[in-house]
């Protein structure tokens, strides 16, 4: 069985700082591993992936993740904040095979104080 | 990626009517799903459809309650059947376009139950 959890299901920052989302995994198979946003009555967009390749990742908007396998962990993070970051963010995870389907962290809402 | 047409966007229902929701994929996919998002919640999956057989679904969800259908690699719906003020959620479909690239999602729809 596969599944994710994010630590902190509310995080402020100010703008311009730093950006940490914490996202930890468990899985019994070699791990794919998403970040996904949603912003307000809006659907999910992709912001990166991981799928056995480098370790560290680079989305879009700014973002990256880095696939810690001794921490089981897919932290989130962002150099500098931006008012249009705040959003709900999510850790998902899937496997090969029969189980492609993805598991869905709880979410982190994200809010950026000017 | 894959581009996903879902319909409708939302939809008020009354309490016992049943709504079905549409998928169009731009491409044939093997593996569809259907996830559910509650108020303030995460994702769950409701169910993974392929093309050509039953779909199947996860704990807590029913063929009677969700019925699914798949009749070709593009395409797919999803009922919610005999509906009650705590079906009210976002459904959304999602595929995989290729191995090891991210899950597209549909714009989801937004359903409210009165």
């Known amino acids: 069985a596969q599944s994710v959890t994010q630590l902190g299901s509310h995080v402020s920052v100010s703008e311009g700082a730093l950006v940490l989302l914490r996202c930890n995994y468990s899985s019994s198979v070699p791990p794919y591993l998403f970040w996904y946003v949603q912003y307000p009555n809006q659907g999910l967009q992709l912001l990166l992936k991981?799928?056995?390749?480098?370790?560290l990742v680079k989305g879009i908007n700014g973002f990256e993740a880095e696939f810690k396998k001794s921490e089981t962990s897919f932290h989130l993070t962002k150099p500098s904040a931006h008012m249009s970051d705040a959003a709900e963010y999510f850790c998902a995870v899937s496997g090969p095979g029969s189980a492609r389907q993805l598991t869905f962290g709880s979410g982190t809402q994200l809010t950026v104080l000017p | 990626s894959a581009v996903i047409s879902q319909k409708p966007s939302r939809d008020i229902c009354q309490r016992g009517t049943s709504l079905t929701i549409q998928c169009q994929v731009d491409?044939?996919?093997?593996?569809m799903f259907w996830y559910r998002q509650q108020p303030g919640q995460s994702l769950t999956l409701i169910a993974t459809a392929n093309q050509g057989s039953e779909a199947t679904y996860e704990s807590g969800f029913v063929i009677d309650k969700f019925p699914i259908s798949r009749p070709n690699l593009t395409f797919s719906t999803l009922t919610v059947s005999n509906m009650s003020p705590e079906d009210s959620s976002i459904y959304l479909c999602s595929v995989i376009p290729r191995r090891g690239q991210g899950y597209t999602f549909g714009s989801g729809t937004r359903l409210t139950v009165v």
């Open positions: 991981y799928t056995s390749a480098a370790t």
């Open positions: 491409s044939q996919v093997t593996m």
